[in-house]
């Protein structure tokens, strides 16, 4: 038996050595060549690939239900006040939205097939449902549960009423109609983990409007020089934020 | 067999030193910068009256001047006559270079003769009627062609008289800096003119847009490597230095400094922006955003990239190369001595007209700079031509 797998192995290594100029010339294994550039860096007018805002207008992946039923719980999960407006006035649902109708949404850079084990909570989602389906499934039980409970949507509670479904939800008090493999806190946390990265990542994506996070916090966005101010200690940076477009 | 060596020297040296001096010549009437690096032509010269493009020089028979001879080579040069008596167009710089001497003309045939020859068929006359008339510019000789041999002027010293030979004669400065009247014709005085979508700036003593506040020194470093503690060339500029400037000697780059810091201010730019404040408070935001990473919060730059604060290009009385190379950015002069060439990146897409002539405005009028304000449809001029030309 070892004999045999010794010699597979043998067998399958001088096949695969075989195969590396079959392929070399084949599938064009080495089709990313080098180029040299010598004398000067090369340079052309208007060179640039300037960043594409998202449109902050409509609906490109919810339905009007399902838009306002997130708009309502991302101004809960950020309560408007004192430091910054709430997260529906921060866009963090045109956010959702925008990542949910692109390549986050269809899982384009995760493997989505069988087998569908269930797997440990640190390995994530191991289901076959991308994240646009889970917010789908997810939102449709939200919805049925409140009008179960209520008799209402999720966007028609009161404030009150919002905070104690999310805290259901969030502490397995509640349990929504969702599908083996996706709990409802997973559904919660993902939601939650969204609403923040819409809240502070660039305006360009939707979120974050009028970088009020990043005024909230100090943080200078995409400025790229700090020579005047690297050797101020436990001094706030004083200037505004900057997004990727250039907006301050 | 030493002997043999040693007598094939002392033949080859003077022919090559002979070939030498005509490459020299080359350099300052910087040939390459019109008829490419390997002087087979090719490169298409955007005029007021339409495209020229530049002949092949090589000694190629069929395509070339292969079949001139040293006469029909000085009668070009110093007559604007090509071979058989056909007026060249004064974009060939004739004017300037019938100021060469005839040995210097004949230096520059030699080496000519030795150069490569290419097969490169090029047409020439593209411009628009009726300037493609070629026999018309028998006329524009008469009114405009003077041609002189050059003339020192005795109150002056002899580094004067020679940076005045190289700007007016070969060097041909004023190709580019000097405005030019309706026909086209040099009106001489180096105050700085349009050509090609650029500004050439303005070469006369003015302290706001000339060359007033450079000590020569720092002119000699700006024609050697392409940049000083005041400004960085780009663009035409740019070529004129990497092909010519940069390749002269030390004494004739001197020269060139003593005769043009001995011009006379010129008109000026125009003046200050009056009742701008609304672009200037634009503007420095817009400068402290996006510009003030590099050009620096005083406007001083760095050791790569140029300062802002007292360069001539901003501060020309046209924003013409200004706005050019905010919007579509700008390749500096790669030299031996400074051989980075720093690049400005293009902004169009990032800043409407409205902001670009707001942030122009700032830079003219800030850190003691003078300069007049920029419109907001000066620059949608200029973006529209430059997107058409590119």
């Known amino acids: ?248 | 067999m030493r002997c043999f060596i040693l007598a094939a020297l002392l033949i080859a040296t003077p022919a090559f030193a002979a070939n030498e001096a005509g490459k020299y010549q080359s350099v300052l009437g910087d040939c390459e910068g019109c008829h490419g690096r390997n002087l087979a032509g090719g490169v298409a010269l955007a005029t007021p009256f339409g495209k020229l493009v530049t002949p092949n020089i090589t000694p190629d028979v069929a395509t070339g001047i292969g079949t001139w001879s040293q006469e029909d080579f000085r009668k070009a040069m110093k007559q604007g006559m090509g071979k058989g008596g056909k007026p060249l167009y004064p974009a060939m710089p004739y004017v300037n270079y019938a100021l060469m001497p005839d040995a210097d003309v004949a230096a520059l045939w030699t080496y000519i003769r030795t150069v490569k020859p290419v097969r490169n068929s090029v047409d020439v006359n593209q411009l628009k009627f009726p300037f493609n008339l070629r026999f018309l510019m028998r006329g524009w000789n008469l009114l405009f062609f003077k041609p002189a041999p050059f003339a020192n002027d005795a109150s002056k010293n002899a580094a004067w008289n020679r940076g005045e030979y190289l700007v007016e004669g070969p060097a041909h400065c004023g190709a580019c800096h000097s405005p030019r009247n309706f026909f086209g014709a040099d009106k001489g005085g180096l105050s700085g003119a349009s050509l090609q979508g650029w500004w050439a700036p303005d070469l006369t003593g003015d302290g706001r847009a000339g060359l007033g506040a450079w000590s020569n020194d720092e002119l000699v470093q700006y024609l050697q490597t392409g940049r000083n503690a005041h400004s960085l060339a780009s663009g035409p500029m740019a070529e004129a230095v990497e092909n010519s400037t940069s390749r002269m000697t030390d004494s004739d780059l001197n020269a060139i400094a003593v005769y043009l810091k001995d011009l006379p201010p010129g008109p000026g730019n125009g003046g200050g922006a009056t009742g701008a404040e609304a672009q200037m408070q634009a503007g420095a935001r817009i400068y402290q955003v996006s510009c003030a990473a590099c050009h620096g919060g005083d406007g001083k730059g760095s050791a790569i990239f140029p300062p802002l604060a007292g360069n001539p290009i901003v501060t020309q009385s046209s924003p013409e190369t200004l706005a050019r190379v905010v919007l579509a950015g700008a390749k500096g002069a790669a030299t031996v001595k400074s051989p980075t060439g720093p690049a400005m990146p293009s902004f169009a897409w990032r800043w409407n007209d409205e902001q670009v002539a707001a942030v122009l405005t700032y830079i003219r009028n800030n850190w003691r700079n003078v300069a007049p304000a920029v419109s907001a449809d000066t620059v949608t001029k200029i973006r529209t031509s430059l997107h058409s030309a590119s």
């Open chain 1, 1 to 248: 038996m070892h004999t045999d797998a010794r010699s597979l192995s043998r067998r399958r290594l001088l096949a695969s050595v075989a195969a590396v100029p079959i392929l070399a010339a084949t599938a064009d294994f080495f089709s990313a060549s080098g180029r040299s550039i010598s004398g000067q860096v090369p340079w052309s007018p208007f060179a640039g690939a300037p960043p594409r805002p998202v449109n902050p207008l409509g609906w490109y992946f919810f339905t009007p239900g399902e838009a306002a039923a997130v708009e309502a719980i991302v101004d809960r999960l950020i309560p408007a006040d004192h430091l910054t407006p709430g997260g529906k006035d921060c866009g963090c649902a045109v956010f959702i939205d925008r990542q949910l109708a692109g390549s986050f949404g269809q899982a384009n850079s995760l493997y989505t097939k069988a087998p569908f084990a269930v797997g440990l909570p640190i390995q994530g989602y191991q289901g076959d449902l991308t994240p646009a389906g889970r917010y789908r499934l997810g939102l449709r039980a939200l919805a049925d549960y409140t009008h179960g409970a209520y008799k209402k949507d999720f966007v028609q509670l009161s404030p009150a009423e919002q905070d104690a479904v999310l805290n259901g939800l969030d502490t397995g008090k509640i349990v929504l109609k969702l599908k083996p493999g996706f709990s409802t806190r997973e559904f919660f946390e993902l939601v939650l983990q969204n609403t923040m990265e819409g809240f502070f990542a660039d305006p360009l994506y939707g979120g974050n409007r009028g970088m009020a996070s990043w005024k909230m916090l100090g943080f200078p966005g995409a400025r790229y020089d700090y020579r005047d101010h690297i050797d101020k200690h436990n001094v706030r940076y004083p200037r505004d934020p900057v997004s990727i477009y250039g907006e301050a």
